[in-house]
Nanobody, 117 residues
Framework: QVHLVESGGGLVQAGGSLRLSCAASGRTFSSYAMGWFRQASGKEREFVARISASGATTVYADSMKGRFTISRDNAKNTVYLQMNSLKPEDTAIYYC??????????WGQGTQVTVSS
């Protein structure tokens, strides 16, 4: 079992930056791939980025490439999402998730990001 807690969300002006954190419990964090997802009001949840267990491989949704950076610190059981050049359309609840093998089985409660124009 993995418990995930996101933090770092808030209100920011367009063009600004935020860094989200996701703290995980459990001793198996370093063996899980991790992902960030987001869900805007009235829309379906969408993939943002993922990182391999070692941190060596990262993948981004096209609209986030060059603006967002996912990273992890396995010693701290934490995964991060650095978000730069934020746009109003980035407004959403951001969730982190852990993928032990093939599916994202564990999810955090989410953190709200609001970007004002």
């Amino acid at each position: 079992q993995v418990h995930l807690v996101e933090s770092g969300g808030g209100l920011v002006q367009a063009g600004g930056s935020l860094r989200l954190s996701c703290a995980a419990s459990g001793r198996t964090f370093s063996s899980y791939a991790m992902g960030w997802f987001r869900q805007a009001s009235g829309k379906e949840r969408e993939f943002v980025a993922r990182i391999s267990a070692s941190g060596a491989t990262t993948v981004y949704a096209d609209s986030m490439k060059g603006r967002f950076t996912i990273s992890r610190d396995n010693a701290k059981n934490t995964v991060y999402l650095q978000m730069n050049s934020l746009k109003p359309e980035d407004t959403a609840i951001y969730y982190c998730a852990a993928k032990p093998i093939r599916e994202y089985n564990y999810w955090g409660q989410g953190t709200q990001v609001t970007v004002s124009s």
